[in-house]
């Protein structure tokens, strides 16, 4: 039988994670060490190696005392030789197991790894139909597909026994679906508990089982949202998705995550429908967009199209669709759409009829950037199944948000956004109509929608707000501007008396300097709460050092690493882009944690002062030598940064320097930003009719 460590493959990256050091250290260890493992595998630009043959080495070296269990565990998935799908549904499978039936766990791994694979097939195909059914998309590995995965498993089980199977599992999978980021269509946290909360139906729906359908379900996302934000009884959960890996990792998530009914297949819910004779209490989708190949030529008879047969480039109305027809009288179908879908002409009849039959309830307009594709503000549709006696709906509520997120994916406040639209869905439900907020949310008569176009794009029917409040408003930020241009020109530094020749101090490196223990290095990255009982701490982004604000990122679900915490005194660098920066963390801002593509620089105050060494950090010069260019980004190494080597005082002299040039940027910032609001507020008010030309002081340009 194949040893399990030495059967897995490990790449450059995966060693450079092991041993804590760059890629490019990898890539002199191979060079200057005859000994080093040779590949056993990949390809010539993207070798493989022997996880085990690995470790050895790195141990004899010295450059590896012990490897993390997670880490460990990860690199045995990352480098299956069946791929990381299988060692993922193989480790899930154990986890489950683990979870459910922790004592017939314990007998197995009493084992020896022969024995082990031998009996451990017939357990897991138990524990899997009790949770997922009998046609769940899992699979149960043989005996000979078990032989060199004992280290996998039993590692993941040892993990599980300090975190947590379902935390554990997402662990995993979370790294899976980071370093395959093209791979899968994610949908974030954020949108997924909105979609869901949406989705709960009334009042007095809310306290009862539910059934939940995700005819496109993907990674889970929604569905694990729906089992986790109910305050009913354990819902059943329904999933089906088309590519048979996928459906089986998200079965197991599922089951890992909740007590719920679990029931995932592997399928194309449009041609081959797995559930069709569900009447579901909820539907939750995030179909494909823009899809052609969506069976337009098959399916043209198909039942379904009860408001319609949609057009071959309206692949979202098929799926509308074929989510009302899974949906029992009154049930509730939240839908995330492209904006498109809400005024192409393509679908205009049938998002008329869903209009008149009072099956379209609300059009939610979304921040860019709250799911991918990032670049463009998604809809939610909310509609709802009309009984055989019901009704037509006289309303429509239509909701925009976003100008409650400033541009940046990391910067959007879910909490804002979650609050403001599920106030204006609950006074919807319970009037049928809402209080007008302009540029926020109105209801609207379906009547006033039927025209030629049957647009229902939100930003069309929400007129926006009046200029700030008028004249008192604009009055006001004009003299927090004026205060500010004074505050910039009293720290507008002096320039220097004579040019002086260029200094040549002796200098050291970051690297160097942290060898020497003058200063810690972090990078940033994913993490969890450290206490799961804990408020969950901000995440200063690069987005946030490059742009001077405070911490406006989240922390991901899942995540097994603990997060870096910055602390007053720290100095921050961003290594991915062309801006030059380096920050000195405040007071402010300490306790955030470090997100990914910054790094860390804590310094030794006895050894260096940190505006010192912020400002030597920003150099131009500094920087672009310690530079590499990617194929489409600039990335700096922050070890190769050069430091002079100078007497503690004569660092704070500079420190102090480089401190007034900071408050003279930020300075500059908040004048930019009073500006950009004055003049956007004129403009407003002079194209609103709110401010008249013969009203505002000064001479006309001529």
Partial sequence: MPDSDSAAEVT??????????????????????????????????????????????????????????????????????????????????????????????????????LKLSEQLPSALESALAARLGRHHPVGVPTTAELAVSSALLRGAAELASGRGAAHVYEFLLGRHLDANPRQYTLTPPGPAELMAALGEGSPADRHRPRTVLDPACGTGGLLHAAAAGTGAPAPAVLGQEADPGLAALTALRLALHSDARVRVRAGDSLRADAFPDTAADTVLCHPPFNERNWGHEELAYDPRWEYGFPARTESELAWVQHALARLRDGGTAVLLMPPAAASRRSGRRIRADLLRRGALRAVIALPAGAAPPYNIPLHVWVLRRPGAQASPVPHVLLAETGDLAPAGRDKLPWQAVRTEVLGAWEEFERHGTVEERPGRCRSLPVIDLLDDDVDLAPARHLPPPAAGSGAAELTDIHDRLLAALRRTGELTPAPPAAPGDPARWPTTTVGELARAGALVLRAGGPGAVPDPGAAAPPVLTDYDVKGGGGPTGTLPEGQAEEPVLVRAGDVVVPVVGDVTVARVIGEETAGAALGRGLFLLRPDPAALDPWFLAGFLRGTANQRQASSYASTATRLDVRRLQVPRLPLADQRRYGGRFRGLAEFEEALRRAERLGERLVQGMFDGLTDGSVRPEGIPGRIPD
């Fill in 12 to 113: 450059a990256a995966g060693i450079a994670r092991l041993a804590g050091v760059g890629r490019a250290a990898v890539s002199n260890w191979r060079r200057r060490h005859p000994d080093f493992p040779q590949p056993i595998g990949g390809s010539e630009t993207s070798p493989t190696f022997a996880l085990g043959d690995v470790e050895q080495w790195l141990r004899h070296q010295g450059k590896l005392a012990e490897v993390p269990l997670r880490e460990r565990v990860w690199q045995q998935v990352a480098g299956h030789p069946a791929g990381a799908v299988t060692a993922l549904r193989y480790a899930g499978s154990v986890l489950l197991l683990v979870r459910d039936r922790p004592a017939a766990w314990l007998e197995l791994a009493a084992l020896g790894d």
